[in-house]
């Protein structure tokens, strides 16, 4: 169920001249009735050579904006505004050959999700504010296709993930060569997430979906308590694995006590001994079949020059906005002019 669905565009473009186009989804309405039939706000089936730029998406009362089936899309300098709860993603995209650009997203869910099948996506310069996680792939399940997908230049702030890759057990496909590079994290709750068995699923346990050819770059600022939720909370099915994993240059730490405890499970490549030896990933050698492993590792030791992230003035409250009264549309003003480039980047540096 769609508010608004545009199916089969090509050569087309949706925007708004001055900046100030809004649609205002009033999502308020059906959780104060408890309405369970909620329609995504905007849905796109099939979109070719398309662009969507320059609006303000508020309150939807699902899902705020959805591709599926996309290739060659351009969407960017978006302004979306949901309820502090789940199921209200900012932007999901199926398709190939997509670029998401210069988007602030308010909600308690998906900032952007990658969706299956996808190829060749860049997804760069992100505000993601008290939302899900900076980036996710998935969920996935059955016959999943993600590949070539990078992703960099992403600040979140007191999200539940800095990024997020999750799938549940007996599923089949893959993730392969994926690139998360330049996060910048304020409290958030997990860090860098690979969850193989999402929600707690363990069955059936035959697989999952294959992760392979992983890289993370760059990831800075902080988690709010690393002991109950770390920095790296890798966890890879038993029986598929994730290998060529690659963890670099991460500078996390948690605002909170004076340790982090980072889980890793079935995660096979290397680390920059930011946390410890290989930041506890383990290496294969040529020609030698992973085992399954699950290891604990207690940091006490700070990474060198670490120091707590400020929290941008622009940041939203920590209670994200209402879920039963109306979401303001034009308070706080978009974070850049329109048709022009986007004029707040991030806070700090990358």
């Avoid at 979306?80 to 602030?104: C, F, K, M, P, Q």
């Avoid at 990024?163 to 057990?169: E, G, V």
Wanted: proline share 5%.
């Amino acid at each position: 169920m769609d508010s608004l669905l545009l199916i089969v565009t090509s050569d087309f473009e949706f925007y708004s001249k001055n900046g100030k186009g809004a649609i205002q989804g009033q999502g308020y309405i059906y959780r104060n009735l408890a309405n369970t039939f909620r329609p995504r706000l905007i849905r796109l089936i099939s979109p070719i050579n398309t662009a969507v730029h320059d609006l303000i998406l508020v309150d939807s009362p699902k899902f705020h904006i959805v591709f599926d089936f996309a290739q060659n899309l351009e969407v960017y300098h978006l302004t979306i505004r949901g309820a502090n709860l789940g199921s209200y993603d900012g932007v999901d995209v199926v398709g190939t050959n997509y670029w998401v650009h210069d988007i602030e997203v308010t909600n308690r869910d998906e900032c952007v999700s990658v969706k299956s099948p996808s190829n060749h996506a860049l997804i760069e310069n992100l505000v993601c504010n008290q939302a899900g996680s900076g980036i996710s792939i998935g969920s996935l399940n059955v016959s999943a296709s993600i590949a070539n997908i990078h992703a960099r230049n992403i600040s979140i702030i007191q999200g539940n993930s800095i990024a997020f890759i999750k799938t549940y057990p007996g599923g089949s496909g893959y993730v392969t060569n994926v690139t998360f590079e330049n996060f910048r994290s304020k409290a958030s709750l997990y860090g860098l997430d690979i969850n193989q068995y999402w929600q707690n699923t363990f069955e059936p346990d035959t697989g999952a979906v294959a992760l392979s050819k992983l890289a993370f770059k760059n990831f800075t600022g902080s988690v709010a308590n690393g002991a109950q939720r770390p920095p790296l909370f890798l966890l890879a099915n038993d029986l598929s694995f994730a290998t060529n994993v690659s963890v670099q240059d991460f500078n996390i730490w948690t605002e909170s006590g004076t340790s982090i405890v980072n889980k890793i499970s079935n995660i096979f490549g290397k680390g920059d001994d930011s946390y410890g030896t290989s930041d506890g990933i383990k290496s294969l050698a040529f020609g030698q079949a992973p085992t399954p492993y699950t290891s604990t590792y207690t940091i006490t030791a700070k990474p060198t020059g670490w120091a707590v992230p400020l929290l941008p003035t622009w940041a939203a409250p920590s209670t994200g906005y209402g879920t039963d009264v109306p979401i303001p549309v034009y308070t706080p003003a978009a974070l850049w002019e329109p048709e022009g480039d986007y004029n707040k980047h991030y806070w700090g540096t990358f």
